[in-house]
């Protein structure tokens, strides 16, 4: 059965740093996508970050770029999301997912997703 598990959310003030982690119970971890994700109340799941299987390529949304990192540990089965110089705009919860193939940003792309983790940001 796969779980992720997220986890490193929580209450910091604006231009914070907060490191997120998602741990996954996942055969073959070093063989999938793994991607972040983000919801406000009321708003649509937003992609925000995703890795390469091997870690090698990263990609991120516009509003993250040059402020969040995402990295894994395929030794660990785990993936992680650096934000720092948080805004508050960027209170969401955080959602980390995986992915065998497909377009990074897409929500469909993704099989299998954590139960979030809540970050807020305050000003």
């Known amino acids: 059965q796969v779980q992720l598990v997220e986890s490193g959310g929580g209450l910091v003030q604006a231009g914070g740093s907060l490191r997120l982690s998602c741990a996954a119970s996942?055969?073959?971890?070093?063989?999938?996508?793994m991607g972040w994700f983000r919801q406000a109340p009321g708003k649509e799941r937003n992609f925000v970050a995703a890795?390469?299987?091997?870690?090698?390529?990263?990609g991120y949304a516009d509003s993250v770029k040059g402020r969040f990192t995402i990295s894994r540990d395929n030794a660990k089965n785990t993936v992680y999301l650096q934000m720092n110089s948080l805004e508050p705009e960027d209170t969401a919860v955080y959602y980390c997912?995986?992915?065998?193939?497909?377009?990074?940003?897409?929500?469909?792309?993704?099989?299998?997703w954590g139960q979030g983790t809540q970050v807020t940001v305050s000003s």
């Open positions: 996942i055969h073959y971890f070093s063989s999938y996508i």
């Open positions: 890795i390469s299987d091997s870690g090698g390529r990263t």
């Open positions: 997912a995986a992915a065998r193939f497909g377009i990074w940003t897409q929500t469909t792309t993704y099989n299998y």
